[in-house]
């Protein structure tokens, strides 16, 4: 059987060492609680969770799948006892406010605890992930009394929550939904449609499901201006156990996460309530997506890191051929394939993923606390940071997971493709982390259209100045030139790159998309040289001084030179792409497209 184990001091070099996070949690209000050895003790506590709890689950949750009966959904063997394990821990009410019975802790202590649960278990994990996003939703935009009824419950773990956005016809474009909300005069409200792809939509996992619901009210302005938002509860508080015209139509048949409930969800005239100003609900339902979409980049390194693990156990172990330089254990009949070159190559791209992935997701986690949590300048520039990064590392981190993912099944063989090794199941769930909460196309449309180009490149000015003033911080380190000089070309070029596809899109819009997705992922890869460049300077520092683990330190200046060496230079590839323009793409005829 597959297994997972917490990558403990990974975890803490980036926390500690790379991002000094005492020093972090000491500087925010209300983090002064959070000491080394208090978070310490709560990544032990989740480790052992991830590790004997949710990890023996995780194929079990594919093999057996949910079951649907009438409206009902029964989760797989094991999953709501592992869940009131998670309840009766606090898990749930880690990082939310005290006053509706959290913990108080900063958001960034409950990605970490995410990052161990997900890559043990991810559909299990998608659970109170779902209800983590309503919870934050109902405390930005809820009144008191909807705090007090629906917040504390899901705080708690008692309930749990969804977000329901797609209809059968609408996707992405959102103006189109037609869920109606009707008012009753009582400051209730009547909502009727239907919602698909509902995640976690229906399960026996919690006595109450509460529904965050787009629906359009009769009075409402067509398209995306006349969307508004209601909690929608599967029972009303004061009436549990009691039909409230909320119902699983049925379960979609998916390619993979079968382990958690991927729904068709009918309200017939449902009770529900408003959340937020008439109208505006798309603008509410943002607090949800922004902490959906960190989620889903949190699922690519999940999956990158589990790919790595198993194969990296399975490379050192599996006898195949002789090494090209003749053999590494003559005693046997072959070596073991972690000698041959491309095997390597496999191994360590999935490890520069997963544990830059890690840095970057951790960097963006502490940009969350300083946007909940600090004030004035710093608060502000941390939400323009956080808001540039969020779409680059979704879509990035998810396209590189799933890579990493196939790397993983590449390095079994044959075995690769077969269940009980667990990897294509790795490769089938990490799939879907490319399509929800928007997909790569629609975040690259969001960074390079919404976030660089109109701001007139100030948000990308953002994360350029930091990187520049790492570069020219160092730029007298002679043991960090193999990184800095590349990363100094790639961040000037990054603003020129930047400008040319704004010139050309002033006479021609198409030409944001057609550069979009390279664009993002030319991002992407300069993002992750920054975090590897900052890692490798640590690990400098702490070999010079003689601290620590050598071999460690040691496995992370090899793994940012291959970085550098071997991922790095693909965007080269990209800077010609993205240049090309948008003719190769839109000058066919599409009834040539079948020709």
């Not at 008191?144 to 059968?168: A, F, H, I």
């Not at 808001?387 to 799933?402: C, N, Q, R, Y």
Request: hydrophobic share 40%; net charge negative.
């Amino acid at each position: 059987m597959p297994e997972y184990k917490a990558p403990l001091r990974d975890m803490d070099f980036v926390l500690n060492e790379v991002l000094n996070a005492e020093q972090h949690y000491q500087n925010l209000s209300g983090c002064e609680d959070a000491t080394p050895d208090m978070v310490g003790a709560i990544m032990e506590e989740g480790a052992k969770f991830a590790e004997r709890v949710l990890s023996p689950l995780n194929q079990i949750g594919d093999q057996q799948g949910c079951q649907w009966d009438d409206g009902t959904v029964k989760t797989p063997e094991g999953f709501k006892e592992a869940y009131d394990q998670f309840v009766e821990g606090g898990w749930p009410s880690l990082a939310h406010e005290t006053e509706y019975g959290g913990q108080g802790l900063p958001e960034s202590i409950g990605i970490i605890v995410n990052e161990m649960v997900g890559t043990a278990n991810w559909s299990w994990s998608m659970y109170p992930g779902l209800s983590h996003g309503a919870m934050n939703t109902l405390n930005a935009h809820g009144t008191e009394d909807q705090k007090q009824t629906y917040l504390t419950k899901l705080v708690s773990g008692e309930w749990t929550g969804t977000m329901c956005l797609t209809e059968p016809h609408c996707g992405t474009d959102l103006g189109m939904l037609r869920t109606k909300a009707e008012p009753q005069g009582d400051g209730s409200y009547k909502i009727s449609g239907t919602k698909i792809f509902i995640s976690a939509g229906e399960h026996d996992m919690a006595d109450n499901i509460v529904h965050i619901v787009l629906a359009r009210l009769p009075d409402a302005p067509a398209g995306t201006k006349g969307i508004s938002l209601f909690i929608v509860p599967k029972h009303l508080p004061e009436t549990i156990g009691t039909d409230n015209g909320v119902s699983c139509g049925s379960l979609e048949h998916k390619m993979g996460i079968h382990g958690n409930a991927t729904c068709v969800m009918n309200f017939d005239e449902a009770t529900g309530y408003l959340i937020g100003p008439e109208n505006k609900g798309l603008n509410c339902m943002f607090t949800f997506m922004n902490t959906a979409r960190l989620g889903t980049a949190l699922q690519g390194l999940a999956h990158a890191e589990w790919g790595f693990q198993n194969s990296l156990v399975y490379a050192k172990d599996r006898l195949q051929m002789r090494a090209l330089n003749g053999p590494a254990n003559p005693d046997k009949a072959a070596d073991p394939i972690i000698v041959h070159p491309e095997v390597r190559k496999m191994l360590l791209t999935q490890k520069a993923f997963a544990e830059g992935g890690r840095a970057m997701i951790y960097y963006c986690a502490q940009l969350v606390d300083k946007v909940e949590r600090a004030e004035g300048d710093e608060k502000k520039q941390a939400d323009a940071l956080l808001a540039f990064l969020t779409p680059i590392a979704k879509a990035f981190l998810t396209e590189v997971g799933f890579e990493s993912a196939n790397h993983g099944l590449q390095v079994f063989g044959g075995h690769g493709f077969i269940a009980e090794w667990g990897m294509e199941q790795n490769v089938r769930d990490s799939r879907i982390s490319m399509l929800y909460e928007g997909t790569t196309q629609i975040q690259a449309l969001d960074l390079l259209g919404r976030k660089v180009l109109m701001t007139q490149g100030e948000s990308l000015k953002g994360f350029t100045k930091i990187l520049h003033k790492f570069c020219q911080a160092e730029s007298d380190n002679s043991d960090l030139q193999q990184y800095i000089k590349p990363l100094t070309e790639l961040n000037k070029e990054w603003g020129d790159l930047t400008m040319k596809i704004g010139m050309k899109a002033m006479q021609n819009r198409d030409e944001v998309g057609a550069a979009s997705v390279d664009y993002l992922m030319y991002s992407g890869y300069v993002v992750l040289g920054y975090f590897w460049a900052r890692m490798a300077k640590v690990a400098q520092e702490k070999l010079a001084a003689g601290e620590g683990d050598a071999a460690f330190y040691q496995a992370k200046l090899t793994t940012a030179r291959f970085y550098f060496q071997r991922i790095l230079p693909r965007t080269r590839g990209l800077v010609e792409t993205m240049q090309s323009g948008a003719d190769n793409l839109m000058e066919m005829d599409q009834e040539h497209f079948a020709f």
